[in-house]
């Protein structure tokens, strides 16, 4: 089956900076690549996805890149904020194989 | 509120006890997807419903886990015969399969379940 791997598994910027996680995956079939924030309490929440048509996807400060030859994506958080602070987690398999998830501290 | 439910949000039960969970997804939502999460790892794929039909179960944890969606609308997931390495958090999300949108899961908040 499909094997995610995330990498880091904890990462702390200075407000303002950019934060950069990767997860790289096996099924070179996989097309659909998304990834999750979640905050403690709640359930995951889809913030940005990536189909394996095209390369990069922006929504204002976060932006996702695949390279599909590599079997890796990327998420990119710019200027980053406090209440960015949360677990991220990506996904492969059609989005249902996870990762073990990002601990990202955003300090003020 | 339109999103993913779940029920109840909070179960203690002792071990030995049977538990069961239900989902309510997103209305016009086909697909119904079972997760469990235990602490500091992401949600691990248990099964997953189109409509009524499960189409993959064989990453269910054991004989003692099982799921129903009868009606191809809410789903139940009963645990028999709960051991403490059950405690967790049960996740359900729920997609679309048509239109722009689709395989984008929507998450409820999750049921914790302590077993005791």
């Known amino acids: 089956g499909e094997n995610v791997e995330q990498h880091p598994s904890t990462l702390s910027v200075q407000e303002g900076d950019s934060a950069v996680i990767k997860c790289t995956y096996s099924?070179?079939?996989?097309?659909?690549f998304p990834w999750y924030k979640q905050e403690l309490g709640k359930g995951p929440q889809l913030i940005i996805d990536?189909?394996?048509?095209?390369g990069e996807k922006k929504d204002q400060r976060i932006a996702v890149t695949l390279n599909k030859t590599a079997k890796h994506f990327s998420l990119h958080i710019t200027e980053t904020q406090p209440e960015d602070s949360a677990v991220y987690f990506c996904?492969?398999?059609?989005?249902?194989?996870f990762g073990a998830g990002t601990r990202l501290t955003v300090k003020p | 509120d339109t999103g993913v439910s779940q029920d109840p949000r909070h179960k203690i039960t002792k071990r030995g006890q049977n538990v069961t969970f239900r989902c309510d997804p997103i209305?016009?939502?086909?697909?119904l997807y079972w997760y469990r999460q235990t602490l500091g790892q992401g949600p691990e794929f248990l099964t997953y419903f189109q409509n009524e039909a499960q189409l993959e179960k064989s990453r269910l944890l054991s004989d003692r886990f099982s799921a129903e969606r009868p009606k191809g609308s809410f789903s139940t997931l009963e645990i028999q015969r709960t051991e403490q390495g059950d405690s967790a958090m049960y996740l359900c999300a729920s997609s679309p399969i048509q239109g722009l949108s689709y395989n984008e899961q929507f998450f409820g908040p999750g049921t914790r379940l302590t077993v005791l």
């Open positions: 990536i189909r394996s048509n095209v």
């Open positions: 996904a492969g398999g059609e989005g249902m194989r």
């Open positions: 209305s016009e939502h086909n697909r």
């Open positions: 099924d070179s079939a996989s097309n659909y």
